[in-house]
């Protein structure tokens, strides 16, 4: 970028991005809560929120009803620690509804745990589905969460709010959406500031995003524009595109990234016109304040207090193996008699392990753009392609592709697997299996609840249940549970006497995510 056209974005930013003051941290006691006005269940019609909330229960803001927030409402979570009972990590849930969270810059609306000491983790999110355009957050501070902002199909508007502090993103956006997030501070979240996964076309804007655990900015199978924002300090890119993914990115200031832009080989960055000097800030007309302090960035091995990674043993089920410990992100496991194999998604690289010792006995290419589930029919993998809906044939010996079909009726799948005749594909975010033949022909489509992995033991579907994995017969009914072993089970496989589970812990952890379990009673959790 020549020296004129960065003076001009400067201006750009003063002009646009200032409105009266550079942003200053400003701590005050705001936790010294005299009374509380509990909430909880279905909001009908219009509903106003003002003064200090507590939410005791999940909150719901259906089709037809709005959610108003009055500027300086405190809105506190009732938070939760534990791993067996996951839906006392509470939400609010728009569903069709609207949500109007406005503050001032003055009176900011806050969006916190109740806990006297909070961390990262203790309570859900704020998830917007099915919404339009009709939602919007401003001057709004939200923390501590598991994920700050979670948007389905929807186009909410976020502006000069700050969200920071949560587990995994602090803006997360998939299948259709397009958000405009402008004038925001986006700090310190353990994966990315802003992922868009899916087909999103959002509009990314005079933000300033820093100190994410992963990407300040995340593109995957999406489009998109990010114009003067300000990205410096994150693990891994300032912004990065994957899985066939294009975007506009120009006139940003990118400092002290790893590396500043990035893209996989089947990704396009239409425009990059950027400055690289690490110069320059934007000014917004609100503070970044704090009732406290984290003290450090979730996903922090040594600081992190929150449970990624459950007990080894409970009532129900023992870990009795972990492998892959290097690999990094891996979300599919196989069986093939003898071996186990993964993929590590972000590279696309299978792996063959050997399941006592967790080494790497080969690697090869994978053929499409973003693997999930994985399975082995005796001679041959069939993958599922999260990005491409589709499922590919691919020979274990060299990576080649050897047939492919696209997932019937159009479906986004993450689970694959196979009972010696048919393949079972699992859909993702809704409750159905397809049986197929190797041909992709549909024979049968299965009612069972779940999303993500799928394994066949001979007689029953494993399928994971978010804090649990669920047991269900060949017609979808639910037959048996057991407790997850960690956060996050993608993928699933059965080796004939042990279920395998391919575990999140944390993303960015290159900890053993390949968990050989032993199942001791899927009956006393059923419940």
């Known amino acids: 970028m020549k020296m004129a056209e960065i003076a001009a974005v400067m201006v750009i930013f003063i002009v646009i991005g200032a409105m009266v003051c550079y942003y200053e941290l400003e701590s005050f006691s705001a936790r010294k809560i005299v009374s509380r006005r509990t909430v909880s269940g279905v909001v009908q019609g219009t509903h106003i929120w003002s003064g200090e909330i507590l939410i005791v229960d999940h909150v719901e803001v259906p089709q037809g009803a709005t959610l108003i927030i009055e500027p300086g409402t405190i809105v506190m979570f009732k938070h939760y620690r534990g791993y067996k009972e996951p839906w006392k990590r509470l939400g609010v849930n728009v569903v069709g509804g609207v949500l109007k969270a406005i503050g001032t810059p003055e009176k900011q609306i806050w969006f916190t745990s109740d806990a006297d000491e909070p961390i990262n983790g203790d309570w859900a999110m704020i998830r917007i589905v099915d919404d339009s355009d009709y939602s919007i957050f401003k001057y709004c501070i939200v923390e501590c969460a598991l994920q700050g902002i979670n948007i389905w199909h929807s186009s909410p508007t976020i502006s000069h709010s700050i969200v920071r502090w949560c ?3 602090g803006i997360y956006m998939e299948s259709y959406s397009a958000p405009l997030i402008e004038c925001c501070m986006i700090y310190e979240n353990g994966y990315n500031g802003i992922a868009c996964e899916q087909h999103n076309n959002p509009i990314i804007r005079f933000n300033t995003i820093y100190r994410s655990g992963t990407n ?19 693990a891994a890119h300032g912004v990065d595109v994957m899985s066939r993914g294009s975007i506009i990115v120009e006139h940003n200031i990118f400092r002290d990234n790893h590396p500043d832009i990035g893209r996989d080989d089947v990704s396009e960055i239409v425009s990059n016109n950027n400055n690289t000097s690490g110069e320059g800030a934007i000014s917004y007309n609100y503070n970044n304040r704090k009732m406290f302090d984290l003290g450090y960035i979730p996903g922090d091995p040594i600081k992190d207090k929150y449970p990624y990674v ?22 599919s496991v196989a069986w093939d ?10 590279r696309r690289i299978i ?47 060299t990576g080649a592709m050897i047939s492919s079909f696209d997932n019937p009726e159009g479906i986004t799948a993450k689970g694959i697997t196979w009972d010696g005749t048919y393949l079972y594909i699992k859909v993702w975010a809704s409750p159905n299996i397809y049986k197929v033949d190797k041909q992709g022909n549909l024979i049968e489509k299965i009612n069972a609840d779940g999303g993500g992995g799928i394994a066949w033991d001979g007689q029953h579907f494993w399928i994971p249940l978010g804090a649990k994995i669920g047991k269900f017969d060949r017609n979808g009914k639910q037959v048996g549970v057991i407790y997850a072993a960690s956060e996050g089970t993608w993928d699933l496989e059965w080796d004939g006497q042990y279920l395998w589970a391919c575990q999140r812990t944390n993303e960015n952890w290159r900890d053993a995510k390949i968990f050989k379990i032993e199942i001791l009673d899927d009956q006393v959790a059923l419940s």
């Open 310 to 331: 459950y007990p080894d043993e409970d009532e129900t089920r023992r870990v009795v193996k972990k492998i892959g410990k290097g690999l990094g992100l891996t979300w």
């Open 337 to 346: 008699g003898t071996h186990v194999w993964t993929i590590d998604m972000p």
């Open 167 to 169: 587990n995994w993103e």
């Open 351 to 397: 792996y063959q392990l050997d399941p006592e010792t967790g080494n790497v006995i080969k690697s090869i290419p994978y053929p499409g753009s973003w693997p999930w589930g994985m399975c082995f029919d005796g001679k041959n993998f069939w993958i599922t392609d999260f990005g491409d809906r589709k499922v590919y044939e691919v020979d274990p010996n």
């Open 216 to 234: 300040g900015i995340h593109f995957q199978t999406s489009e998109g524009t990010v114009q003067y924002n300000v990205i410096y300090e994150n």
